[in-house]
């Protein structure tokens, strides 16, 4: 099992990555921590394999968090940075740090999910590598391809409905506003379901984002923009 700690300032939410963390095959959540420094500790006291790190924290920011758990011969784990910061020197301060994806909130579970599933294909490829044999070139190539996600529409979307969705997309990003799954089915022909399937692929490929609309009543509705 990949043993996770999740480490976010709000119990809710907290509650909620750890969760969608269970519900992955080949993970368990170990420990969850909502400050900085207690995210220290429990790296150090539970040796986790990955770590769901959020930025904002009531005492020390996640990049803080990072830069310690990169300097800490005791506890060295990978992390995914899970943040609402869009600010590009938090992004690139992400990637200098090591972070091996950056999930900006709010999420989906597919989201999370295929990040978590790249990390244990990159985790088992590792692990079947011989530690006392040079590393051949495609071996490396092998293991840094499990951190790339593809564009192409995953199995049961197609490429055709695809391009017509992000023209669509696009076209309404292009005049500044979003766009909804209800509209984009509406514009398209094509069900409400197939067509928030179409929106999250282009969410988790990180060509789009999606935001909450909180209403009077009811669940808060998910809005789509191109980037």
């Known amino acids: 099992m990949i043993r996770v700690l999740v480490v976010d300032d709000d119990f809710m939410v907290a509650k909620v990555h750890s969760g969608y963390v269970s519900r992955v095959d080949g ?19 539970l040796r986790p394999d990955l770590v769901l790190l959020d930025i ?11 830069r310690q758990l990169r300097g800490r ?17 938090t992004v ?54 499990t951190r790339t996600r593809s564009a192409t529409p995953p199995k049961g979307l197609s490429s055709e409905t695809s391009r017509v969705v992000e023209n669509i997309l696009r076209e309404r990003s292009a005049a500044g506003g979003d766009l909804s799954a209800t509209e984009c089915a509406d514009a398209t022909e094509i ?8 929106l999250e692929h282009f969410v988790e490929s990180g060509r ?20």
């Open 92 to 145: 690139r301060g992400a990637i200098h740090g090591g972070a091996l994806h950056y999930l900006i909130k709010p999420f989906s579970y597919e989201a999370l999910r295929e990040r978590l599933e790249s990390f244990r294909s990159l985790h088992r490829a590792l692990a079947d590598l011989p530690g006392d044999a040079p590393t051949a070139q495609q071996d490396v190539d092998r293991l840094f391809g």
């Open 56 to 66: 904002y924290l009531p005492d020390i920011d996640g990049m803080s968090v990072l």
């Open 73 to 89: 011969p005791s506890a060295d784990p990978d992390v995914i940075v899970i943040t609402a910061a869009r600010d590009l020197d």
């Open 191 to 198: 069900s409400r379901v197939s067509a928030r399937k179409y």
């Open 208 to 227: 789009a984002e999606v935001r909450l609309r909180y209403g009077g009543t009811g669940r808060p509705e998910r809005r789509y923009r191109w980037l």
């Open 27 to 45: 993970f368990e959540v170990v420990g969850v921590a909502h400050t900085g420094a207690d995210a220290v500790v429990a790296a150090d006291e």
